[in-house]
């Protein structure tokens, strides 16, 4: 297969403006905390997968909908799993990819799939190669893998459930693990990541249609390890860590894609890391993560689920 990538000739200019009105609220914690899970939302459910454990990676599965009064234990993944990808296509989640508790510390090539109808995992096509600490997003019909660690991880791999395939894109994005992406039309959102100790603030956008790679406004702030959710439009940017001395961060920052700026909005209620964020009816969900990243993850791990929702306009 031919590919070919483009390098597109405009490249939007980052500006700051004024805070962006809403506030936090604490939801229900989860039943484990956890740091470096994932998270979906399949039907009018949030689900809270995987994540690091002090001894090793867990696979505990949680669900979460409004009046239900709190998580409630699901089909577990057959394997534990951390710093997966997750996504959600054709009414099934993915879970791709991560630190497996079978692997003895190596990023694994397997996929999962869970069927909400059969309410259970099953193995699905592996990816081309073992990656972790990588950024999973379904669009067009196929799912997107970015990044992240692995003998291919500069690589862009591409999967499609019609033939149950993956493709090996040759030119997708180097130094690139604990990277955040997210979809929103016929665009995937690439933002921050790379080495722990010199993080970026990059914003590359990827054009499925033409396979064609753009860049937007920079983060005003490097790191890797944040999470990401969007709600009306906007991309939120939550946490993470710094360069340097990799401290957890707890702001919180809002692409505005229209007016292509970002916006400051209301900090996160503690700084957190390998967190997961998902959105739903109008509201943004920030579940787990930890103030520490990497070794110190399962250590600094919590369960709390905290709530961000815009203002009510006059």
């Given at each position: 297969?031919?590919?070919?990538?483009?390098?597109?000739?405009?490249?939007?200019?980052?500006?700051?403006?004024?805070?962006?009105?809403?506030?936090?609220?604490?939801?229900?914690?989860?039943?484990?905390?956890?740091?470096?899970?994932?998270?979906?939302?399949?039907?009018?459910?949030?689900?809270?997968?995987?994540?690091?454990?002090?001894?090793?990676?867990?696979?505990?599965?949680?669900?979460?909908?409004?009046?239900?009064?709190?998580?409630?234990?699901?089909?577990?993944?057959?394997?534990?799993?951390?710093?997966?990808?997750?996504?959600?296509?054709?009414?099934?989640?993915?879970?791709?990819?991560?630190?497996?508790?079978?692997?003895?510390?190596?990023?694994?090539?397997?996929?999962?799939?869970?069927?909400?109808?059969?309410?259970?995992?099953?193995?699905?096509?592996?990816?081309?190669?073992?990656?972790?600490?990588?950024?999973?997003?379904?669009?067009?019909?196929?799912?997107?893998?970015?990044?992240?660690?692995?003998p291919d991880a500069e690589k862009l791999f591409v999967y499609n459930p019609d033939d149950r395939q993956w493709t090996i894109l040759e030119q997708g994005l180097t130094d690139s693990r604990d990277l955040?992406?997210i979809v929103i039309g016929q665009y995937i959102y690439v933002i921050g990541g790379g080495p722990a100790a010199n993080p970026v603030a990059a914003v590359h956008i990827f054009d499925t249609q033409n396979?064609?790679?753009?860049?937007?406004?920079?983060?005003?702030?490097?790191?890797?390890?944040?999470?990401?959710?969007?709600?009306?439009?906007?991309?939120?940017?939550?946490?993470?860590?710094?360069?340097?001395?990799?401290?957890?961060?707890?702001?919180?920052?809002?692409?505005?894609?229209?007016?292509?700026?970002?916006?400051?909005?209301?900090?996160?209620?503690?700084?957190?890391?390998?967190?997961?964020?998902?959105?739903?009816?109008?509201?943004?969900?920030?579940?787990?993560?930890?103030?520490?990243?990497?070794?110190?993850?399962?250590?600094?791990?919590?369960?709390?689920?905290?709530?961000?929702?815009?203002?009510?306009?006059?």
């Open positions: 297969m031919r590919n070919a990538f483009i390098l597109s000739s405009f490249i939007w200019f980052a500006s700051l403006s004024i805070a962006l009105a809403g506030s936090w609220s604490t939801g229900a914690p989860l039943q484990t905390g956890r740091a470096g899970l994932g998270a979906a939302v399949l039907g009018n459910k949030i689900y809270a997968v995987g994540g690091s454990g002090i001894l090793m990676p867990l696979g505990n599965t949680e669900t979460y909908q409004s009046g239900m009064g709190g998580w409630r234990i699901d089909a577990d993944l057959p394997v534990g799993l951390e710093s997966f990808g997750i996504a959600v296509l054709n009414g099934k989640i993915y879970a791709a990819g991560g630190y497996a508790a079978d692997t003895d510390g190596h990023p694994t090539e397997r996929m999962w799939e869970f069927d909400p109808v059969e309410d259970d995992w099953v193995q699905g096509p592996s990816m081309p190669s073992p990656r972790s600490s990588f950024a999973l997003v379904a669009a067009a019909g196929k799912l997107y893998a970015f990044g992240g660690t692995g955040a992406a396979a064609s790679w753009a860049q937007g406004p920079a983060l005003p702030s490097a790191r890797s390890g944040h999470s990401i959710a969007v709600l009306d439009r906007k991309i939120h940017i939550l946490g993470g860590r710094s360069g340097g001395r990799g401290m957890s961060l707890a702001d919180h920052w809002v692409l505005d894609l229209e007016a292509k700026t970002w916006t400051e909005a209301a900090p996160l209620p503690s700084p957190r890391t390998g967190a997961a964020a998902v959105s739903l009816n109008g509201a943004i969900y920030l579940i787990g993560g930890g103030a520490g990243g990497g070794f110190f993850a399962p250590f600094t791990a919590i369960a709390e689920t905290d709530i961000w929702r815009p203002d009510a306009k006059d």
